[in-house]
Nanobody, 117 residues
């Protein structure tokens, strides 16, 4: 059974930092591209960042220079370090795993991030 379990969300003041974690189980983590997405009510889920199995990264323009995605294949975990947070970063953040060898794709349950002004 595949599980992606996010943690690290919460309430923070603007300018502050949070670190999200996503622990994966039930998959061969090292062959998956891992990503973070976010969603606010009434809007589509949007890509925040992703990291390939080889370590290449891609970021949404709105978070470049502030957020950093990383992965630890030994711990089957992907991280999102979020610095200089803004109220516009308030959203539910979801972890995503996409196999780079086939069609498999999985989502976590989401973790709420709230940035107060």
């Amino acid at each position: 059974q595949v599980q992606l379990v996010e943690s690290g969300g919460g309430l923070v003041q603007a300018g502050g930092s949070l670190r999200l974690s996503c622990a994966a189980s039930g998959i061969t983590f090292s062959i998956y591209r891992m990503g973070w997405y976010r969603q606010t009510p009434g809007k589509q889920r949007e890509l925040v960042a992703h990291i390939t199995s080889g370590g290449s990264t891609n970021y949404a323009e709105s978070v470049k220079g502030r957020f950093t995605i990383s992965r630890d294949n030994a711990k089957n975990t992907v991280y999102l370090q979020m610095n200089s947070l803004k109220p516009d970063d308030t959203a539910v953040y979801y972890c995503n795993a996409v196999s780079q060898l086939g069609p498999a794709s999985y989502w976590g349950q989401g973790t709420q991030v709230t940035v107060s002004s």
